[in-house]
């Protein structure tokens, strides 16, 4: 395994041409057909970028995202055949991103990110509480915050811009925005993924509360997942020993970062709060965990 440097905020690769920055991901144009996407370190809580890093965090989701991939060997992904070294030839700048970065084939995402959730929890909870239904969904009466649903559901939602929410939207708005035929196998395939890794994390220890995926299309229409995958950025997972119904359990993310937030008196707007190195230490802890958890 690559030499991970400690922490990195924001990656400085002169050799190639930056597409963009995102909340925690730094992507690069590599020729016509592919992307170097580099997970920094960077995080944010409520839609605003943080001003430090979690140590270690970008390298975490790298591995996790890479052994679900592995893991789901059948599903088509954006991983291409190109090494680091093949699109990097400095070796100094290999070594800024050297374990968190991944050469991906570039494709045409949907403008829909496919949520999927297993257990009544946050905007979901909110949802079921006002009106029964979660994303036009209507469950049983009489559900307990965190309960696990007799199936899992697919809520999509859509794309926000930094600093604004994703909006929660039904499935009717979902073929809409994809065409039918593409919102369907995505629903499908998001409901499959979902299932299965829960079976899988819940012999580990972990439960795994909802996640978010991404898809999109190569040239020839195929659904390819994209993005990360299963990870506590784009996942809620909770410990299953502390698992208890009607409460919302602790989790093995930013959880940490937000409780501390909720403490002090702060509008969600940038600039954020600067975190205290205990803070940054238990959450860099909590996703070590996950991967251990799962990945041993």
Not at 204 to 229: M, Q, R, S
């Amino acid at each position: 395994m690559a030499q991970v440097q400690a922490t990195l905020y924001e990656s400085s690769l002169q050799s190639l041409p930056l597409v963009g920055r995102g909340k925690v991901r730094d992507i690069y144009a590599v020729g016509d057909d592919h992307l170097l996407i580099v997970t920094t370190d960077r995080l944010s809580a409520f839609d605003v970028v943080l001003s430090e890093p979690i140590p270690g965090k970008g390298a975490v989701l790298t591995e996790l995202s890479n052994f679900w991939f592995r893991h789901f060997e059948d599903v088509p992904n954006h991983l291409s055949d190109l090494k680091l070294e093949d699109v990097l030839s400095d070796p100094a700048e290999r070594a800024q991103v050297a374990g968190r970065a991944m050469v991906v084939k570039k494709l045409k995402p949907f403008p829909v990110e496919a949520i999927v959730r297993g257990y009544l929890i946050g905007s979901g909870w909110k949802d079921y509480q006002k009106t029964g239904q979660v994303c036009g969904i209507t469950l049983p009466k009489g559900l307990e915050q965190a309960a696990q649903l007799p199936e899992a559901i697919f809520t999509p939602s859509t794309k926000a811009e930094i600093g604004h929410h994703d909006e929660n939207i039904d499935f009717e708005k979902s073929v809409r925005l994809m065409g039918r035929e593409y919102a369907e196998k995505v629903r499908a395939l998001a409901i499959r993924i979902y299932t299965e890794a829960a079976a899988f994390a819940l012999k580990k220890g972990i439960v795994i509360a909802d996640t978010k995926f991404e898809f999109g299309t190569d040239t020839a229409g195929t659904v390819v997942l994209i993005d990360e995958v299963l990870t506590p950025d784009s996942s809620r997972f909770w410990p299953l020993a502390e698992y208890r119904l009607g409460t919302s359990p602790p989790s093995f993310d930013k959880q940490f970062v937000r409780d501390y937030l909720e403490t002090l008196t702060w509008d969600k707007k940038p600039p954020a709060p600067k975190l205290p190195p205990e803070i940054l230490e238990r959450t860099a802890a909590k996703y070590r965990e996950a991967l251990e958890r799962l990945t041993k």
